[in-house]
Every structure is written in C-alpha cells, then in structure tokens.
C-alpha cells in the first residue's frame, strides 16, 4: 500500500504549498486557501493510510525509516536527513494534520475578509511541513530543524496582523522567550553529540548506559528547558497568553493543539534519558505541577476569552509535563491527555473564534452572555468540549486527566500524595473557571454593547467545529478501550514498573469526579446565580488582581531579566560611546589635529621648504656624526 | 699643507650657498646661490681628482658643469616667463601651492 | 706623498677667506647685480683653485661657461627684470632667518668636522701621474672612451634644454602688433606733441628726446635751425632757454 519512501509527501505537501502560496504571490489570492487546505488534507490521507499500513503490521515491525539524504558529514560524524515513522510518531501525524486540515476548513470562512488570506495559509502550511519534521525527525537535530519551523511559522501568525504594535510586540516576545528554549535544545543536542558522538534517537538511546549520570541529568535538565520554552511552561510561560494576538484558528491550531504540545513530545521521545536521570525527572514533574495551578490560578480571573482558554492550554500541558514526568507509568498518559486536549482545545478554540465572529471580535466574556440561543451550534460544540476539558465521564478529558491523577498518587511516597493532591486541585480550578468561561459566555444574562448582534457562524466554521467535539466525545472512550493506546505506545517505553496502589483507581475517579462537582458548583453559584457586571469589579482581592496580572510574571521577567539586560545594554553603550568611539574619535581626532599643525609648515614659500631640506640635511649629518662617533 | 683644506673651503662655500638659498627672496640672487653651491661641488671633485690622482672626478666635474649650464637656461627661462605674467622676481610671490 | 709648494699654499690662504667674504657678501648686499659681481669672483677664485690643483681643462671651462657664459646670462635677465621689491633684505616669513642661520651652523660645523674625522686610508697622490699625457688629453681620454654615452646623453640634454628655454621664453602675440605707421600716428595723435618723439632711451642723460626741444650747440646754447619752423609757428616749442648748461634748474621735474 504505502511505503516508507512516501513519508517525505508528509511533509513535502504542506512545505510545496507553503512555498507555492508565497512565491506564485497575488495571483493566487483566489484559489490559495483552497489549495493549501488540499495539501494539509492530502498529508492527511497519507498519514491515515501509513497508520492503517503500520497497524497491519507486527509490532516490532511498526517503525519505518527514510533516508533523504546525508547532510552532514565531518569525520566520523553523519547526520542523514532521515524521517521516522513509529507509534509515538503516527499519533502526532494524525493530530496535526488532522486538526490542522480542520482548522484550515474552519479558517477559509474565518479569514474571509483578510486580504492576506493567502500568506495566512501559506504560512499555516509552512507550519504544518514543520511541525510534521519535528515529529518525523529520525535525530535530535532533524527535530531541531522542525523546532526552529515551528517557532518561526508561530512568529510569522502570531505577528500575522503585525500592523497593530502589540501584535508585533507580541510575536517578539514568544519569539525571544523560545529563543530561550531552543538554547536548552542546542544546548542537549551539544552535550549529547561530545559525550555520546551521535545525536540519533536510537544512538543516544543506545548510549545511555555508557555516559554517567550526571551527563543525562545535564542533557535532560537542557531538554526540560526546550520543552518549557516551547510549551509555555514554568518559568518560560510568559509568551503564551499574548500569543492569542494571532487569528483565533492560529491560536487553535498552535497554540492549543500541536506546537505547544511539541515539549511533551520532546520529554516522552527522550524517555530513555529522563528515566535514567531521576533529578531531571524530578525537575519535570515539578515545572509541571507548577505550571498546571500557575495556568489554572490565571485562568480563573482572566475576561478576554482567549487568554482565559490559553491560560487553561498551560495548565492542561502542565499535566501532560506531569504524565511525561512520572517516568515508564506516565508516558502513555500524558500522550493521550495530549491528544485529547489537541481535540477539546482545538473545538473550544474554535468556538471562541466562532463567538467572536458574531460579537464583532469582541473577546471580552464579560460583554458576552446569553449567546445559548443565538448561537445555538456553537454553544453545543463548545459544552462537549467544555465537559471534556472539565473531566465529565465519558468524555476525552475524563478518561485521560483521570490517568493522570491515578498515576501521580501512585508513583509513591511524599512525592506522590502532593503530586496528586496538585493535580486534584488543578481539576477543581479547572472545573470552575471552565464553568466560569461556559456561563459568562453562553448561559448567563446578554451584556452585550449596542450594535452588537450576534449571529451563528456559517458552515465552513461550524463543521470542524462538529468534527472536533465528536472527537472531544468520543477519544477518551476509543483510547482506552482496551488498553489500546498505551499497549501501542508500550513498545517505545522501558515496561512499567509494578506498584503498589496506594489509592485504588475507583477512588481516584470518585475524587476527580468529587473536584469536578466542586468546581463547578462554585463557579454556578458565583457566576450563574448571580449577576455579572459588564465592567470587571475593580475592589477584588489581592489574590484576584494578581492573577489578573499573570500572577506578575512579566514583571518578574522584567525585574529579573528586562531590566538587567537593559542595564547591561546602557552599559555596554557607554563603553561603545566612551572607550571604542573615544578611541575611533580620538585617532580621527589626532589625526585632523596633527593635520592641522603640520599644515603650517606646508606655507606654500619655496624657501620654506629650502629651510626644511636643510634642516633634514642637517639631521641626516647629525645621524652620520652620531654613528661614525 | 694639506689638499683637505680645499675641501673645508667647498663646505663653507656650500653652507653660505644653502643659506642664501633660503634668506634670499629675488629669485636671480637665489638661483645664483644655487650655482655657488654647485660650484662647491665642483671644488671637492678636483679635490678628490686631485688627492686620488684620477681624472674621473674632473670628467664628472665637467659633466655637472654642463648640467649646472643647462639648469641655468632653463631656470631662467622660467624667471622671465613668471616675472612676465606676474611682473615679479621674488619667489614668495609664486606661493600658489599653498591655495 | 702629496706635496703642496708654498706659492700654492700662500695662494690658498690669500684667495680662500677672499672667496669665502665674496660668497657671504652675496648674501648681505642689496642689489642682485652686487651679488652677481661677488659670485662672478667666487667663480674666478675657484677656477684658480682648480688650475692650481692640476685640473687645468676644467680651469678655463669654469671661467668660460660660468664667468663668461652663465653669468652674462644671469646678467641679461637682471637687466631684463630690473631693480625689484624682492631685493629688500627684510625677512617676511617669520623666524626662517634665524631658523636657515642655525641650520646652517649646525650644518657647516657638522660636515666640517666629519671631513677632519674622515680618514681617505691611503695618502694623497696628486695628479703628476694623471696628467702626464696632458690633462686636456687626459679628459679627453676618458670623455670619448668610458663616458662617451653620458657625454652624448648630456648633449641631447643641453639642446634639449636650449629648446625648453625658447619655449618657456617665447611669448606668443594674442593680437596684431602695430606696424610703425601706426605708432607713429598714435603718437601725433595725442593732445601733446612733447613726447612725438618717445622717451629717451635707456642710459641717456637727457629729459627729452623730442622734435620740439632744440639741440645744444657746443657752447651750450640752442640751435634755432634744430626745430621745425612748422613747430615754432604752431608754439610748440619748448623754450630753450632752460637748456642750457649754465642756467641748468635742478629742480626741474622730468616730464613723462
């Protein structure tokens, strides 16, 4: 059926229509959007019909190669530009182009109006080919070259409306802070190749037991960094929310589903590293943990609807980081949370995006309320991802956050009461400012501004929408039936150590189902029950105001890094200024000045210049008399 | 006495050329130190003929004779050209190098 | 061993502080012309020297081209130029005096210490040997057999010279020179008839050169025949009486 030869199409469709968009430029403005969605479509039909090929096979048989071509090639050292297909692989394959065909389906009506249209999805596509490198990368750094992809197509859609500053700033900074990570990823990638002399999965994998412990802490703490850096987690989160500047379908699409998610994808691909390096392993669970109260405590006071969903995708991705982080038991897990979440944040993405296309881009909730009715599509696509999110049996969320928080009570000891109380309280929170989001958008009193009226978006929105709240339903179930997605990821993972169940998963079901209830009781009784101002209460708690303000992390970054730099910077422009221009003026200066003064004796007089050739007569006797002395 | 004598006679003869060269503004009296300084040349090659029992210093001595007679022609051509557009001698005047 | 005879000797300390006064008057005095006189001695003295030193050829070359030859030359074009401004003695470049004086010390005293330090490593030989076949011969000798080509080469420079000489020289004419007619008409054309005549020429004593003064007879008086009657009936006569000898007015002004 299809070969391992094929898999290049994988990313060489989206990459051709990528290129195509942006060289063949305005004459296709018409017909662009149409085809660029057929390229990401056509990835994934090539990607379904690998999986269909890869589960007719057995399972040792189930990774395919591609070699392309050598790149690099110094001495001893080769890298192949070399794609690779296994079980971790295909799930993202399918993840992002699936989601990615849907938003681009979704985005031809949402983008409608734009006159860049086209390097809108050019740009979608470029992200596509890259994304799909970064997950088909048979090596560190062919993953790093999707890496640097992603970050630069997430720049490019980010700033997409860079006509607004903000806009622009904003893609900056994500831009900057990625930076950062990606000095964590070359920094492993360095460590790995001067210790182990490859950079290959399977070589590194191989080389595991021969470097110390102390290297793999080292290379996994770089790895923790990159991922951090990429999925917006503790202490390199700071990006995420003003992320939402991009188009809604980006923030979908990137900042919901897949690139954000690539962190996790980094952990889980170097499983075999982190398992043999306890601190690093450590350290991830708990940038996790941080991270999924940080997000949730923000999502909780946050108005503008995209940062409220955005500050929910970093805490979701905190419990991923704490699945990645829970060694062997927690792998699989946080894959599929991963791939739950891909479909409910997408659907609910595109949700926002669809109430903001009738409330005139309106993101505030607090103008929103009442749109149950108006919107009658939207709000039911949105509510199966909400109780997906919020963990309600049967939906995707319940099955996989459940695993989750069963896996972390169990991983034993001290470490595994707290780790699992963290998770527990992040489904509370999550459950209320979900609820919070769903009743100041659908279900509360309108608040809406004059001339605002709302209407149900048209069918090239609501379809994908559709497709991705069956998904949102319905994941959970097939992901777990039977075991099937952990025993097909089971072969890439060191076998599951066996425990001792501290809590019996009935009961952990009983609690999360527990969380959920409280949550969503306490937001019901704040925000259904009782009216909400259109204006947003200025005389709220401390606490409030602090996680209004991103629970001051920007200041943070300015106090400890912005304003350093910039002290550095002013610094260092002295020194240019004082000693580097000094000196540059100083000998233009002297220069001019001996200039000035040797000009004199140049009077134009014959006889002055006589009188300089005697006195230059007069110096060369001198030296004669001298040395003949 | 000694032949060396004539060379300190060419010395100071030079000297007091070189310094006319420079004190002197008519641009006559300056060429005419010019060829006193010449002339101390002169003076030291019969010298060194003289002492070394050569004739080359006498041939050469003649050779810068011609030389110093060609250079005068020439010079004073230049005089008469400049002081005929510029109704002057003195070399300060010709100081256009300095613009 | 160079042995110099005493009439050379007395010679030498006779004429060389002579030479040595006439160069530094060159410096001192005013006139170009003084100067010229001074440096035509120099010259003489030193072609002196050099027939006392055996160079008997270049002796008389010296006092024939440069006494004769380069200093009429030198003479020729101060009588061209004339007596000018640039003949003062006052400095106009500041400090320069002082700075070619010290220099100049500094210089003399160098180079004349250096000849007493040099040492030649063999003793003096006169030219007794060189010029046994003749000293003319001798030259000649060498000129037409080792120096035959720097002899031709400094042949094509002197006509080379010759010739940049007429060209610097040569001034060519921007419009057509007047042809004596037309001077001539000019000159009768003015309002006043006192300088038909033009002015007396260069190293006469007179303050006119003009048809309307009368010429002295012998005894100092006027010659009424010397003047057109032409004239005398016009009144264009100058009266004659102030011409003559005896009753010359010195503070008569010349007429331009």
């Not at chain 2, 060194?48 to 050569?54: E, K, L, M, P, V």
Request: hydrophobic residues 55%; aromatic residues 10%; neutral net charge.
């Amino acid at each position: 059926m299809v070969t391992a030869s094929s898999l290049v199409y994988l990313i060489g469709l989206p990459l051709f229509g990528a290129a195509f968009l942006l060289l063949i430029g305005r004459k296709a403005d018409k017909w662009g959007h149409i085809f660029a969605t057929a390229m990401s479509a056509g990835s994934f039909i090539l990607g379904l019909l690998h999986f269909f090929e890869m589960s007719s096979r057995a399972t040792e048989d189930r990774a395919i190669t591609q070699t392309l071509f050598t790149w690099i090639e110094v001495g001893s050292f080769k890298v192949d530009a070399a794609l690779l297909l296994d079980q971790l692989s295909i799930c993202f394959v399918l993840l992002i182009s699936g989601v990615g065909t849907l938003i681009h389906i979704y985005s031809i009506s949402y983008m409608a109006h734009d006159e860049n249209r086209r390097r809108f999805f050019a740009y979608l596509n470029l992200f596509i080919a890259a994304m799909l490198l970064l997950v088909l990368g048979n090596s560190y750094l062919n993953l790093y070259v999707g890496w640097e992809g992603v970050g630069l197509a997430s720049y490019l859609l980010i700033g997409f409306w860079n006509k607004k500053p903000a806009y622009a700033t904003a893609s900056k900074k994500a831009f900057v802070m990625n930076r950062i990570g990606d000095m964590g990823l070359s920094f492993a990638i360095m460590i790995a190749f001067a210790t182990m002399g490859t950079v290959l999965f399977e070589g590194v994998k191989e080389s595991v037991d021969r470097v110390g412990t102390p290297t793999l802490t080292a290379i996994g703490i770089m790895l923790l960094i990159a991922a951090t850096g990429k999925s917006a987690q503790f202490p390199l989160q700071a990006w995420l929310g003003d992320a939402m500047a991009g188009p809604t379908p980006v923030s979908a699409l990137i900042h919901a589903a897949t690139m954000v998610t690539a962190g996790v994808y980094l952990i889980v691909r170097s499983n075999f590293i982190f398992d043999a390096a306890p601190t690093a392993q450590l350290l991830v669970v708990i940038v996790g943990a941080i991270t999924l109260i940080f997000g949730a405590i923000i999502g909780m006071a946050k108005d503008d609807i995209k940062k409220a969903l955005a500050a929910s995708t970093m805490s979701q991705i905190g419990y991923m980081i704490v699945g990645a982080g829970l060694g062997p038991a927690g792998y699989a897990f946080a894959i599929m949370h991963l791939l739950t979440h891909g479909f409910f944040k997408a659907g609910m993405f595109l949700g926002a995006g669809s109430v903001m296309h009738g409330m005139n881009d309106e993101v505030n909730m607090r103008k929103y309320g009442g749109l149950r009715k108006v919107m009658p599509i939207t709000f039911v696509t949105f509510g199966l991802g909400y109780l997906a999110i919020i963990g309600v049996p049967p939906f995707a969320g319940f099955y996989s956050k459940d695993e989750i928080i069963a896996t972390a009570f169990n991983s034993g000891g001290a470490q595994g009461i707290i780790l699992g109380s963290v998770t527990l309280l992040g489904a509370v929170i999550t459950a209320f400012y979900m609820t919070r989001v769903m009743v100041l958008t659908f279900t509360s009193k309108a608040r809406w501004d004059e001339g605002v009226h709302p209407h149900e978006s048209p069918v090239l929105m609501w379809l994908p929408m559709a497709i991705l709240a069956i998904g949102s339903v319905t994941a959970g179930y097939l992901f777990t039936q039977g075991d099937a997605l952990v025993s097909w990821l089971a072969p890439l993972f060191a076998k599951k150590e066996e425990y001792d169940e501290l809590m019996p998963h009935s009961v952990v079901t009983v609690l999360a189902i527990t969380a959920v209830i409280i949550g969503v009781t306490a937001a019901l009784m704040k925000y259904q029950f009782k009216s909400v101002d259109a204006i947003a209460p200025s005389d709220v708690s401390l606490a409030t105001r602090l996680a209004r303000n991103d629970l001051g992390q920007d200041l943070f970054n300015e106090a400890i890094f912005m304003r350093p730099g910039q002290a550095l910077t002013q610094g260092l422009v002295i020194v240019d200024e004082k000693v580097i221009d000094g000196a540059v003026h100083g000998i233009g200066s002297m220069a001019v000045g001996s200039g000035a003064t040797l000009r004199r004796t140049q009077s134009g007089y014959v006889r002055s210049y006589a009188a300089l050739i005697l006195v230059g007569a007069l110096v060369l006797l001198a030296a004669i008399w001298v040395v003949t002395q | 006495m000694d032949p060396y004598n004539y060379l300190y006679l060419a010395a100071l003869l030079f000297t007091i050329g070189a310094v006319g060269v420079v004190v002197r503004r008519n641009a006559i009296v300056v060429f005419m130190c010019i060829e006193l300084m010449l002339n101390a040349g002169n003076l030291t090659l019969v010298t060194f003929s003289r002492i070394n029992g050569d004739l080359n210093g006498q041939v050469v001595a003649f050779f810068t004779m011609v030389v110093a007679a060609c250079e005068v022609v020439v010079g004073l051509a230049i005089i008469v050209a400049i002081y005929r557009s510029r109704r002057s001698a003195s070399i300060d005047d010709a100081s256009l190098l300095k613009r | 061993m160079l042995e110099i005879a005493t009439p050379e000797t007395v010679m030498f300390w006779a004429l060389a502080p002579l030479s040595v006064l006439a160069a530094l008057g060159m410096l001192v005095v005013k006139k170009a012309v003084h100067s010229a006189i001074l440096l035509a001695f120099v010259m003489v003295t030193l072609a002196i020297f050099y027939i006392a030193q055996g160079a008997i050829f270049l002796g008389v070359v010296q006092i024939v081209v440069y006494t004769g030859a380069v200093m009429m030359l030198f003479l020729f074009i101060l009588m061209l130029v004339g007596v000018d401004a640039s003949d003062s003695l006052i400095e106009t470049i500041k400090g320069l005096r002082w700075i070619a004086i010290t220099a100049a010390l500094g210089f003399g005293g160098l180079i004349i210490t250096l000849i007493a330090r040099a040492t030649l490593g063999r003793t003096p030989v006169g030219l007794e040997f060189a010029n046994s076949g003749g000293n003319v011969e001798g030259i000649a000798m060498l000129l037409f057999s080792d120096y035959v080509l720097p002899f031709e080469v400094i042949s094509a420079l002197l006509i080379t010279a010759a010739l940049g000489a007429m060209v610097l020289a040569h001034h060519q004419r921007t419009n057509r020179r007047p042809s004596q007619r037309e001077q001539a008409i000019a000159r009768f054309r003015t309002g006043s008839l006192s300088d038909a005549a033009g002015l007396p020429g260069p190293g006469v004593y007179a303050l006119h050169n003009a048809v309307d003064v009368p010429a002295l007879l012998p005894d100092g008086t006027p010659a009424p025949t010397s003047i057109s009657a032409t004239l005398k009936a016009r009144g264009d006569v100058i009266e004659s009486a102030q011409f003559q000898l005896d009753v010359v007015d010195p503070t008569v002004k010349e007429e331009k």
